[in-house]
């Protein structure tokens, strides 16, 4: 997760009037405290690439779209995007599919990363197979508790390199209240975010796995969005929430 700026102590519940707050710390993403997993488990991952290098996660959500994070497809020209599909290593392997179009929430807030989320069709469609399968849009947030997991190629500590391999890390959903108070200092968070974290902190999204999913009983819930470090103690990851959101992917794509 991103994990760079200062917040002022006001929570916003919606996406608009959030460009008030200022620049919230990106996670640019990675995986802390997980450990490597095959693709075909987690079929719906894929690498976002950005010039044929890692840049953030996304997941499958039919044959032509995939979901990701708004701030991952900020200022970034369709041309310059691919998708590579059915791996397990980064930048190599599996397919590669290029953008046809990127579509980020129209009230995405850069700053702020209220409605952290954005859609992209590929111009060739993902051919299904055992390690390339779409994953459900969630249509409720999961209770405080449930294990969800998130997955991706981001660094393993914060501001570390890159994985080569895939990770995966199981966390516990944290509850809006809880999250919203671990986050008071820096503004909280809004009613488009939910959050995800051991307790304890060492587990993690982080650095590279922006983007990413994060799937609790094979749907996805989550979009790998911001958080104060990576793995700290006291600070889940903040996600943007698919089950809030979820109008803006379907309106979009005719994904139900």
Same mark, same amino acid.
């Given at each position: 997760m991103?994990?760079?700026?200062i917040?002022?102590?006001?929570l916003?519940?919606?996406?608009w !009037?959030a460009s008030?707050?200022?620049?919230?710390?990106?996670?640019?993403g990675?995986i802390?405290?997980?450990?490597?997993?095959?693709i075909?488990n +987690?079929p719906y991952?894929v690498?976002?690439?950005f010039?044929?290098?890692?840049?953030?996660g996304?997941a499958?959500?039919?044959?032509?779209?995939?979901?990701?994070?708004?701030?991952c497809?900020?200022?970034?020209?369709?041309?310059?995007?691919?998708?590579?599909?059915?791996?397990n290593v980064?930048e190599?392997?599996?397919?590669?599919?290029e953008?046809?179009e990127?579509?980020a929430?129209p009230n995405?807030?850069?700053l702020?990363?209220?409605c952290?989320i954005?859609?992209?069709k590929?111009?060739?469609?993902?051919? +299904?197979?055992p390690?390339?399968?779409?994953?459900?849009?969630?249509?409720?947030?999961?209770?405080a508790?449930?294990?969800?997991?998130?997955?991706?190629w981001?660094s393993?500590?914060?501001?570390?390199?890159l994985?080569?391999?895939?990770?995966?890390?199981?966390?516990?959903?944290?509850?809006?209240?809880?999250?919203?108070?671990? @986050?008071s200092? @820096?503004?909280?968070?809004?009613?488009?975010?939910?959050?995800?974290?051991?307790d304890? !902190?060492?587990?993690?999204?982080c650095q590279?796995?922006?983007?990413?999913?994060l799937?609790?009983e094979?749907?996805?819930?989550?979009?790998?969005?911001?958080?104060?470090?990576?793995?700290v103690r006291? @600070?889940p990851?903040? @996600?943007?929430?698919?089950?809030?959101?979820?109008?803006?992917?379907?309106?979009?794509?005719d994904?139900?």
């Amino acid at each position: 997760m991103f994990r760079i700026a200062i917040f002022v102590s006001v929570l916003f519940a919606s996406c608009w !009037g959030a460009s008030l707050i200022p620049r919230r710390p990106r996670h640019d993403g990675r995986i802390v405290g997980g450990e490597p997993t095959d693709i075909t488990n +987690y079929p719906y991952q894929v690498s976002f690439e950005f010039f044929g290098s890692h840049h953030c996660g996304a997941a499958i959500i039919s044959e032509l779209w995939v979901v990701t994070a708004g701030h991952c497809v900020d200022g970034i020209p369709v041309s310059t995007v691919t998708f590579r599909a059915g791996t397990n290593v980064m930048e190599e392997g599996g397919t590669v599919h290029e953008a046809a179009e990127i579509i980020a929430h129209p009230n995405f807030d850069y700053l702020s990363l209220d409605c952290d989320i954005a859609v992209s069709k590929v111009t060739t469609a993902f051919t +299904y197979q055992p390690s390339v399968q779409p994953v459900s849009l969630a249509s409720a947030d999961p209770p405080a508790g449930a294990m969800a997991v998130v997955t991706g190629w981001g660094s393993t500590s914060s501001g570390g390199a890159l994985s080569p391999l895939l990770l995966k890390v199981s966390v516990p959903v944290v509850s809006f209240d809880a999250c919203n108070a671990s @986050y008071s200092k @820096y503004g909280g968070i809004t009613s488009n975010m939910m959050c995800a974290g051991a307790d304890e !902190g060492g587990k993690d999204s982080c650095q590279g796995d922006s983007g990413g999913p994060l799937v609790v009983e094979k749907e996805l819930v989550g979009i790998v969005s911001w958080g104060a470090g990576c793995g700290v103690r006291g @600070y889940p990851g903040v @996600y943007a929430s698919v089950a809030v959101l979820r109008e803006f992917v379907t309106s979009n794509t005719d994904v139900q």
